[in-house]
């Protein structure tokens, strides 16, 4: 089945660092990778879809220049949270589509989350 | 309009019960409908998924509902599972994002 990673699983950061999250698909290809965000009991958020090689698309009410979003290639994307802050501690979920079979466009496939605590 | 109402927000089964939980939704565009099945601390995994032009579409123990003129659906478990005890998310597609609902905690009691 179509597989995607997260790393890492768990951070722990001050507040003012920046923290990187990354998300791959390791047994397909994926044109399109999308970032959530999970808070407690909640339901997931669309945060941003990044397309490989181009700039992402940001949700209403997220703010870019905080978390920059990377599609450098068909199986990896980067999510980087800038200058965090506590209340940026969240659950990041990344999610793929694959390109073609295994599902095609239908399908997203999610990663295993990544738990952010901002002390 | 890009809402999707779900309900119940919790629900407890007995061992070998049916688990029910339905959704609806506003927009006509949305054109593609799975179901998550998460555990704590995990990222979702898809089910089950259902296109408009489909009344129903079951697979194994799982079961969508599809009520198209309505805007309604739903998921059925069937001889439900304490393994099967978890948060659930409908979801809806227009393009290629993904709406989700606002989960339903499932407890399957042994």
């Known amino acids: 089945g179509a597989v995607v990673s997260q790393h890492p699983s768990r951070v722990i950061c001050k507040s003012g660092t920046s923290v990187k999250i990354e998300c791959r698909s390791l047994?397909?290809?994926?044109?399109?990778m999308f970032w959530y965000r999970q808070f407690p009991k909640q339901s997931l958020m669309l945060m941003a879809t990044?397309?490989?090689?181009?700039?992402?698309?940001?949700e209403q009410g997220v703010e870019k220049d905080k978390f920059l979003i990377n599609h450098a290639s068909l199986t990896l994307s980067t999510l980087t949270v800038t200058s965090a802050h506590p209340e940026d501690s969240s659950f990041y979920i990344c999610?793929?589509?694959?390109?073609?079979?295994?599902?095609?466009?239908?399908?997203?496939?999610f990663g295993p989350g990544t738990r952010l605590t901002v002390l | 309009q890009q809402q999707v109402k779900q309900s119940p927000q919790s629900l407890i089964v007995q061992k070998g019960g049916i688990s029910i939980i339905n959704c609806a939704y506003e927009n006509t565009a949305f054109d593609y409908f799975p179901w998550y099945q998460q555990f704590p601390g995990k990222g979702p995994a898809l089910l089950i998924a259902i296109r408009p032009d489909v009344s129903e579409k079951k697979e194994g123990r799982f079961t969508i509902s599809f009520n198209k003129s309505a805007k309604q659906f739903s998921l059925h478990i069937m001889d439900s599972q304490p393994g099967d005890s978890a948060t659930y998310f409908c979801a809806a597609r227009a393009g290629s994002r993904l709406t989700f609902g606002e989960g339903t905690q499932l407890t399957v009691n042994p």
């Open positions: 990044s397309n490989e090689g181009s700039k992402a698309t940001y």
């Open positions: 047994d397909f290809q994926a044109t399109t």
């Open positions: 999610s793929a589509q694959p390109q073609s079979g295994a599902g095609g466009r239908d399908t997203q496939y």
